[in-house]
């Protein structure tokens, strides 16, 4: 079975930095896309942008770029989202999910809260 | 960008009915290159189409998809309990692949 999970909440204070994970299995994890998607509280969808494993190619949604870093560790089947300086509006749940066009299967999610 | 507008915002029905809903692109999306997506409160969304009108492995012949160009519509023909829900298209014709903004589909 196909499977991507992530990491847990976190809850942190503007300006710390945070990295989050999405472990795949189930399939080769070097031979498929992964994408970030932001979903801010009551909100819609958001695609930030997405990885190859197999050589780290990055592709950012311009309204990401900048703001967030994309990595993979093909090594340990992981992909990553971080940021260096959070601020509140980061707060929202992020998803990773497989593919690099349509997404499927989708990760449980990883809800961060940035707050004082 | 590609701008995914979806109609209506909310679509009340009742189970056993047809549900027709609509996204609209700001530009040609090539190749029908358009997937659909349900979210249920507090879960991941899940994919129910792809290419406009393929259906994903173990969605149900209920759920359809249409379209081309800068129009798409999901179809539901007959509303089960379960599929109340939202749901959300995507285009992945252009860099960025955006989304719109959801249809909740709501029990009248």
């Known amino acids: 079975e196909v499977q991507l999970v992530q990491s847990g909440a976190e809850v942190k204070k503007p300006g710390e930095s945070l990295k989050i994970s999405c472990k795949g299995s189930g399939y080769s994890f070097t031979d498929y896309w992964i994408g970030w998607v932001r979903q801010m509280p009551g909100k819609g969808l958001e695609w930030m942008g997405i990885?190859?494993?197999?050589?780290?190619?990055?592709r950012y949604s311009p309204s990401f770029q900048g703001q967030v870093t994309i990595s993979a560790d093909k090594s340990i089947g992981t992909a990553y989202l971080q940021w260096s300086s959070l601020k509140a509006s980061d707060t929202a749940m992020y998803y990773c999910?497989?593919?690099?066009?349509?997404?499927?299967?989708w990760g449980q999610g990883t809800l961060v809260t940035v707050s004082s | 960008e590609i701008v995914l507008t979806q109609s209506p915002g909310t679509l009340s029905l009742s189970p056993g009915e047809r549900a027709t809903l609509s996204c609209r692109a700001s530009q040609s999306v090539s190749s029908s290159y358009l997937a659909w997506y349900q979210q249920k409160p507090g879960q991941a969304p899940r994919l129910l189409i792809y290419g406009a009108s393929s259906r994903a492995t173990g969605i149900p012949d209920r759920f359809s998809g249409s379209g081309s160009g800068t129009d798409f519509t999901l179809t539901i023909s007959r509303l089960e309990p379960e599929d109340f829900a939202v749901y959300s298209c995507?285009?992945?014709?252009?860099?960025?692949?955006?989304f719109g903004q959801g249809t909740k589909l709501e029990i009248k």
């Open positions: 995507q285009q992945y014709g252009r860099s960025p692949y955006t």
């Open positions: 999910a497989k593919g690099g066009s349509w997404f499927d299967p």
């Open positions: 990885i190859y494993p197999g050589d780290s190619d990055a």
